[in-house]
């Protein structure tokens, strides 16, 4: 028979409030104590980076960590150039940040085996480049005179592996018109091939300069990226060390899946994506209308999937830029991507 004691109902509350109550003090301890994680991302300047300014201003990284259970908070560091930011990755002073397919493959190669080689974290880009003349007798490369100088806007730019692939397939040199590159920042390219006056002939673009040029009637196109290798190849990728993959196993899908998300944001609403570029990139030259239209005109350009990594590596190799490459896109992937549709 059981004993009921006087009282001992409201005993038993007090002793249950009392231990949820210090149950809810550890428990605030404890979340106070756990410091959030930063994720030091590096980026550059451009149409590019759209993804990137979507993920910042909606807290597309954060969001993801907390599905993979991780507090995390991204900080964006901007740099004017590639080798700095570059540098930057590989001393540690932040974490992940921009290449080019050519230049991730060559990173790849110079630390292989060491914690700072550097692997692709997520696809950002594919933006096609593209080619443009505004000589009426220009429809190929292999069109251009010795003396036409065609511009593009760093020496080692895609836009270089581009033209020597074409060269290759077309005039059976990979360097048959090295001679005729000039490096133009994207706005003198424009602004020479408009005027028509001078020796530049050629201008490789990309987005938004493309559009801009093209507005010109006697500008036209004569080749792009997916003329080059079949279905175009990724402009930019987030790279990383093996070293920081390997200590934070989890980021890599978070970033990819935040640039998957900032992708479909991109394809479904072009208008807002054109305003939070925008807000990160004020523009003298292109109004919101402007932007939007370019916008629109790449929306499906943006993901986390590379592009044309066999491409690159194969011609590289064949040069002696990669005295192993690859064996297949895997090879230089975090194994967060190992399952994503790369090439």
């Given at each position: ?268 609403d072009p208008r807002r994506a054109a305003q939070i570029f925008l807000a990160h990139e004020p523009s003298k030259t292109l109004d919101a209308a402007h932007v939007e239209a370019v916008v629109r005109d790449i929306r499906g350009e943006f993901g986390s999937a590379l592009r044309g990594v066999g491409a690159f590596a194969d011609f590289m190799g064949r040069h002696g ?23």
């Amino acid at each position: 028979m059981t004993r009921v004691i006087p009282g001992d109902d409201g005993g038993r509350f007090r002793r249950s409030l009392f231990w949820s109550v210090v149950a809810l003090a550890l428990a605030a301890v404890s979340a106070s104590a756990r410091a959030e994680e930063p994720v030091r991302i590096g980026i550059g300047f451009g149409l590019a980076f759209l993804p990137i300014y979507l993920c910042d201003d909606l807290k597309l990284v954060e969001k993801y960590g907390r599905e993979a259970r991780l507090d995390l908070k991204a900080h964006y560091e901007r740099f004017l150039g590639a080798a700095p930011l570059q540098d930057a990755i590989r001393a540690g002073t932040i974490d992940m940040g921009p290449f080019g397919i050519a230049p991730l493959l060559a990173a790849w190669e110079k630390a292989k085996g060491t914690p700072r080689q550097i692997l692709a974290v997520s696809g950002i880009t594919s933006l096609p480049l593209v080619l443009l003349s505004d000589r009426a007798n220009v429809h190929t490369i292999a069109d251009f005179k010795p003396a036409d100088q065609i511009a593009m806007p760093a020496a080692s730019s895609p836009q270089k592996y581009l033209l020597q692939m074409q060269s290759e397939k077309i005039l059976g040199r990979y360097d048959r018109l090295a001679g005729q590159i000039v490096i133009l920042p994207h706005p003198d390219a424009v602004a020479a091939l408009m005027a028509a006056t001078g020796p530049v002939a050629g201008y490789f673009s990309s987005a938004p300069y493309t559009q801009i040029a093209l507005v010109e009637g006697r500008i036209h196109k004569v080749l792009s990226s997916t003329d080059v290798i079949d279905g175009g190849a990724s402009f930019i990728v987030m790279g990383a060390t093996r070293a920081y993959i390997a200590a934070h196993p989890k980021i890599p899908e978070v970033i990819a899946k935040a640039i998957e998300e900032a992708a479909r944001l991109i394809r479904d609403d072009p208008r807002r994506a054109a305003q939070i570029f925008l807000a990160h990139e004020p523009s003298k030259t292109l109004d919101a209308a402007h932007v939007e239209a370019v916008v629109r005109d790449i929306r499906g350009e943006f993901g986390s999937a590379l592009r044309g990594v066999g491409a690159f590596a194969d011609f590289m190799g064949r040069h002696g830029e990669l005295p192993s490459p690859p064996q297949s896109w895997k090879d230089i992937v975090a194994p967060a991507l190992l399952n994503s549709p790369s090439t």
